[in-house]
């Protein structure tokens, strides 16, 4: 188990830029698959990007040449750099970690964040 904490979330202006968080605890998180799922209101959640152990990466169309990922396994974090905001953007931002390879399916992902709110005005 990894616990998950989601940080960098907030107010932005459309168009404008964030850079989202995840602090990992333990010590093999450099073995984990790192995902990114969003949640607006009365929707679903929704995979968002994932980063593989080895560094290979998969993003949803939605947010293609939009976001990047990345990882810093010496600081146990995943980061989402998310550029070009629009207001559908807007939701709750979730960091998930799963033993295996690159998935975009929730239910691949057995350790969850708290989330982080990220607001994109018009």
């Known amino acids: 188990q990894v616990q998950l904490v989601e940080s960098g979330g907030g107010l932005v202006q459309a168009g404008g830029s964030l850079r989202l968080s995840c602090a990992a605890s333990g010590r093999t998180f450099s073995t984990y698959t790192m995902g990114w799922f969003r949640q607006a209101p009365g929707t679903a959640r929704e995979f968002v990007a994932a980063i593989g152990w080895s560094g290979g990466r998969f993003f949803a169309d939605s947010v293609k040449g939009r976001f990047t990922i990345s990882r810093d396994n010496a600081k146990n974090t995943v980061f989402l750099q998310m550029s070009s905001l629009k207001p559908e953007d807007t939701a709750v931002y979730y960091c998930?970690?799963?033993?295996?390879?690159?998935?975009?399916?929730?239910?691949?992902?057995?350790?969850w964040g708290q989330g982080t709110q990220v607001t994109v005005s018009s």
């Open positions: 998930a970690a799963r033993r295996g390879v690159l998935s975009s399916l929730q239910s691949d992902y057995n350790n």
